[in-house]
Structures are given as structure tokens and as C-alpha cells.
């Protein structure tokens, strides 16, 4: 349940106000309440651009999954916890958001806090064995996101910062698969062009620098590029052709640490509608 209250300032401008929670219940562990909170202002220019600027607060939560509680917790790849708790999220957001005619920029800055959060973990005795454990985590965060539409084109760019702080609560755990494999750096650029009104081509790039992991054998760092030619023959109406390149550039880079990167393809898909 969300109530929303909204109040009209001068000069185009308006006020929202949403207060609420949401509820959740199991009969797998205690039911929770989460709040969820925001303030947004926007003003509206008669150019028919607009600014966004809002404060939020959300909490979120959810039991652990079947495969986290229900397996042996001695043997096997995904070695289970029967003790998990409840994980619980916190995070406290602030918000811009510009749209002019041709362009758009969005932005934001946050902390999150994760407590009990449910992690696939290892220690150097035994890499290869995943066992769930519960970690309290620290996330501070930015985003960046801007657009720019030409005649027959656009550019999309992003990019985004996390920094995280662990603890698992134990000496036991030296690292994890997943909740702190993520970039702490990560850059992305895309094009959209239509040369003509039956083809469109696209390229996205991604540029990451992933977290140190004593198990990933490639380099921290990585780039990827995927091509896209699109055509649709105008006398067949409903049929597209797509030509599609992904990884470019056959970067080795392991998103999951010790396990072989994604190798570089190539595909045709032909799509007909009607």
C-alpha cells in the first residue's frame, strides 16, 4: 500500500508526497513489514522540458531460497544453511532527472544496507564447493545515464559506481561467487542508427573493471562490444532480418571467477509477423 499526495506549487511546478508499506508472509519464517517512502518535485517548462528531483526510501525483504536451505549442508557444489534468516534491504536514494527536447539525463546516489543477505561463499580449502551463508553488506552507489537523439540516430551512455563493504561474521569464509562479484567501475555507450527505414544498426559497448577475485584467472578488467544490423524489407511487410555479432573483440573475461567467459558468436535470426 502506497498513499500518494500531490500539491501544485507556481511556475508549473508539483509536489508528490507517497508514504506506505508492503507486507510479506511466509510460512517458511516470521511475516515483515518494509516502508516505503518518497518526496519528488518536478517542474515543467512550456519547451516541454522537465527536472526531476527526488528522495526515496525503501526497504525490501524475502526468505532464502529452497536450494539455500533445503540441500545437504555437508556435500555436493551448492552446499545448503538450515539456520539462514530472513534478508533484509535498506536503501536511502537520491534522485535527478533532465528531459529536454533532444536529450534526457538521469542520475542518482545511494547507500543500501543488506543485512542477513543470503551469498554463495568459499574459503581457499575447498574453492569449488558453493555453501550459503548470511552476509551483512554495505553498498554505496552512482548512476549516470544520458541520452542524445539526432535526426536518425541515438547515443546512449551510462555509468556506474559501487563500492561495497562485507561481513560474514565468520573466519571461515574467505570470499564470495556472486553478491561481491560486481564492477566497481562500469562505462557503456550505445548507438542506434537508421541510415534508412529499412535498416538499423546498433552497437553497444560495455567497459567494466570487476572486483578482485582470487579465483578469476582473466584480468579484472574488460570490454565488450555487441554489433546489431537490422533490416526490414519494406514490400514484405512484417519480416526482419537480423545479423548479430556478440563479443566482438573475444574477450576472455570470467564473469563468474573460475569459470570460462562467454567466447565470441555470431548469429542470424529471421523473424516474420503477421
Do not use: C
Amino acid at each position: 500500500m502506497l498513499p500518494e499526495y500531490q500539491m501544485s506549487l507556481k511556475n508549473e511546478e508539483q509536489l508528490t508526497f507517497r508514504l506506505g508499506a508492503a507486507f510479506d508472509d511466509t510460512n517458511r519464517d516470521d511475516s515483515d513489514i518494509s516502508l516505503i517512502g518518497d518526496i519528488t518535485w518536478n517542474t515543467f517548462s512550456s519547451d516541454d522540458t522537465s527536472q526531476t528531483l527526488y528522495l526515496s526510501y525503501a526497504e525490501a525483504s524475502q526468505v532464502a531460497g529452497y536450494t539455500a536451505i533445503g540441500g545437504s549442508n555437508t556435500s555436493g557444489l551448492f552446499r545448503s544453511n538450515d539456520s539462514l534468516k530472513r534478508e533484509k534491504t535498506k536503501n536511502l536514494e537520491l534522485g535527478l532527472a533532465l528531459d529536454g527536447l533532444n536529450w534526457s539525463f538521469d542520475s542518482a546516489i545511494f547507500y543500501r544496507k543488506d543485512n542477513d543477505l543470503t551469498d554463495w561463499t568459499y574459503n581457499l580449502n575447498s574453492t569449488s564447493a558453493r555453501s550459503a551463508n548470511s552476509v551483512d553488506i554495505e553498498t554505496l552507489g552512482l548512476e549516470l545515464l544520458a541520452t542524445t537523439r539526432l535526426a536518425n540516430a541515438e547515443i546512449i551512455t551510462s555509468y556506474t559506481f559501487l563500492d561495497k563493504s562485507e561481513d560474514y561474521g565468520a573466519v571461515d569464509i574467505d570470499a564470495s561467487f556472486y553478491a561481491l562479484n560486481y564492477p566497481g567501475h562500469r562505462l557503456t555507450l550505445g548507438v542506434i542508427w537508421n541510415p534508412t527505414d529499412i535498416i538499423e544498426i546498433r552497437v553497444d559497448n560495455e567497459w567494466r573493471k570487476q572486483q578482485e577475485n582470487i579465483l578469476r584467472n582473466s584480468d579484472n578488467d574488460a570490454l565488450f562490444t555487441h554489433l546489431t544490423l537490422k533490416v526490414s524489407p519494406a514490400y514484405f511487410q512484417g519480416l526482419d532480418i537480423i545479423f548479430a555479432a556478440d563479443n566482438l573483440w573475444d574477450e576472455s573475461f570470467e564473469e563468474i571467477p573460475g569459470t570460462p567467459g562467454r567466447g565470441e558468436q555470431y548469429t542470424i535470426t529471421v523473424t516474420y509477423n503477421w
